[in-house]
């Protein structure tokens, strides 16, 4: 991995612009031998932005004059428009082979206009840039580019821009440079190149959360620059200079290819227009060779497989839902939307389970593979034999958690669920079910056994908490603590925890919106495996429960694992003590 930085001057001087735009520069001197073609720079307008409603800007597109239209050109997208002196480096830098035939797209953010001479217009800046989450990268794929590719060069030649993350590069200065690296990690298919000025990585809209995102989160294909000055700002929101090099340490302790130009300039863009063709030039190195994902940290790396990614299940069915797995391997869900039941062998395959007539709403197995279900707010079994017994009544369970002993723990929404039993509850294998705690301040999202059979977990679907009981031998619960921290994504109030599950080593698994996120015996996340959606359920399963099932949307995926999930029919099992 490179990591020395760019040797550059670094005599910048501090003002008060926070978000210098160059529009009109010397570029690097060419040879008069052998000078590079100057390309066109066009300005255009956009206002038909969805997902920014009301919001105009400017952007301008540069077209090289060695692009062929015949040919999908590779993209750099930059935020606050022309900066870094940006198409006369290009100029030089394709000219010289040193970077392929780029089309530069450089964008204003939004704002919406007042309504009246008298007001003033919404400047949608920090809320575009500063913010996490998805938004304004689906702006950029979603409503700029393809509005960038309806325009043509001056010359007449159609713009066509590569749709391949590898082929892309997006960057910006101070608010702008988090926003490209928040595009390139909401979407690295999409941005696999990001240059960061000045980035704004503190506590104006959660930036200060990424170098612990990035510690934790399995490693994506991105390769990133950075540059910051000592001089730079100290304020309210935090410290610019501390945050990009806690995020350059971040990155680096998660295997990414990372460089980086330090200073002992100001927060201007005066430092980075200088380094920028370096910059740009080690961005593109060995291209068009796949940029690839680091290894992550030593807790990712104990239970994740190196290359193995999640794939997708193929099937008939529709949608998925209470994924349950028996003693080989099987998994077992309901399609709600065909409302039939499917299996998924031990080796994968995805069959009919028609002989399975149960309509339920959540289930688990238990020991000698008996499948505890949720039917019609009761408690129904089903053996091997495909004998069923009904074990207890007007019980409302959204989610089930069985015992080796044959206990059984069910979980529902009091405040949405028809009169019967409520709540958190424990039906014993010879005794009628009992309520364990209310629920009318949590959303069950989920409930799950330690290893050892000693605590029990629940996840609360409307915070970012997950709740740790400890069981007693009689099946009832005492020491309520509120112990699992979650992430939350940047567009909700809650983590979305929908799942959990647990390995023999004592780790939880919680499906969430950020992926499946994976916590130690402490109550801490470990690590967060990103997901191809939302994660909705999960299982392990496999003939060594070592493959992790995953839903997202109406899909299921799969990869395998160093780990080996436990479950209700297996012995209990004593985890080693966590590292505290």
């Not at 680091?294 to 290359?307: C, E, F, H, M, T």
């Amino acid at each position: 991995m490179r990591r020395s930085p760019v040797l550059a001057s670094a005599w910048c001087f501090l003002f008060a612009a926070p978000c210098p735009t160059l529009l009109a520069a010397d570029g690097p001197a060419s040879s008069a031998a052998d000078p590079a073609p100057k390309g066109d720079v066009t300005k255009y307008s956009f206002s038909a932005s969805k997902i920014f409603p009301g919001t105009v800007r400017d952007y301008w597109i540069y077209v090289p004059k060695q692009y062929d239209p015949a040919r999908p050109a590779c993209a750099h997208v930059n935020q606050d428009g022309v900066q870094f002196k940006a198409p006369e480096v290009f100029d030089q830098l394709i000219h010289k082979r040193e970077m392929p035939v780029t089309i530069g797209v450089f964008v204003t953010p939004g704002r919406v206009p007042a309504p009246r001479p008298d007001a003033l217009d919404r400047f949608n800046r920090s809320f575009e840039y500063d913010g996490l989450g998805d938004e304004y990268v689906r702006f950029l794929l979603e409503e700029l580019l393809p509005d960038v590719e309806t325009k043509t060069a001056p010359d007449g030649r159609a713009i066509r821009l590569s749709k391949s993350g590898n082929d892309r590069s997006i960057g910006g200065s101070s608010s702008g440079a988090i926003c490209a690296f928040t595009a390139a990690w909401e979407r690295p298919d999409a941005f696999g190149r990001v240059f960061s000025a000045i980035g704004t990585y503190v506590g104006l809209r959660g930036g200060n959360e990424y170098p612990t995102l990035i510690r934790k989160t399995e490693p994506k294909p991105l390769r990133v620059f950075l540059e910051d000055g000592s001089g730079d700002q100290n304020i309210y929101g935090g410290d610019w200079w501390m945050a990009n090099q806690e995020m350059e340490r971040a990155l680096v302790f998660a295997g990414y290819e990372v460089n980086h130009a330090w200073g002992d300039g100001g927060h201007n863009g005066k430092h980075a227009t200088e380094i920028f063709a370096d910059a740009m030039r080690w961005l593109w190195k060995d291209w068009p060779a796949p940029i690839k994902a680091g290894a992550g940290s030593p807790q990712l790396q104990d239970i994740v497989v190196a290359g193995e990614g999640w794939k997708r299940v193929e099937g008939t069915y529709q949608s998925a839902w209470a994924l349950a797995a028996n003693s080989k391997g099987e998994v077992f869900f309901r399609d709600l939307k065909q409302k039939v039941n499917f299996k998924i062998s031990a080796d994968g395959l995805v069959v009919d389970d028609s002989a399975n007539p149960l309509g339920f709403h959540a289930q688990a197995y238990g020991p000698g593979d008996v499948v505890v279900a949720s039917v019609h707010h009761s408690l129904v079994t089903r053996a091997a034999d495909g004998k069923e017994k009904t074990v207890a009544d007007d019980v409302n369970a959204d989610h089930l958690a069985v015992l080796r002993g044959g206990g059984i723990y069910t979980a529902n929404f009091e405040l949405q669920a028809p009169p019967g039993m409520n709540g958190l509850c424990y039906c014993p294998p010879l005794g009628m079910p009992t309520q364990m705690d209310s629920m009318n301040s949590i959303c069950p999202a989920g409930v799950a056994c330690s290893p050892d059979q000693s605590l029990l977990y629940l996840a609360d679907g409307g915070s970012h908490w997950v709740y740790s009981y400890q069981i007693q031998p009689d099946g009832s619960l005492k020491h309520k603590q509120r112990y699992y921290r979650l992430h939350s994504p940047d567009s909700a109030d809650h983590a979305g925890a929908s799942a959990l599950r647990v390995d023999r080593d004592g780790r939880l698994y919680v499906a969430t919106a950020m992926g499946v996120q994976v916590c130690d015996q402490a109550g801490r996340v470990n690590c967060i495996l990103p997901t191809p959606g939302p994660a909705t359920g999960l299982e392990f399963a496999g003939a060594e429960f070592d493959t992790l099932y995953v839903v997202c949307g109406d899909r299921l995926y799969q990869r395998k694992m160093k780990v080996h999930g436990i479950h209700g029919f297996d012995p209990p099992h004593k985890p080693e003590k966590p590292k505290l």
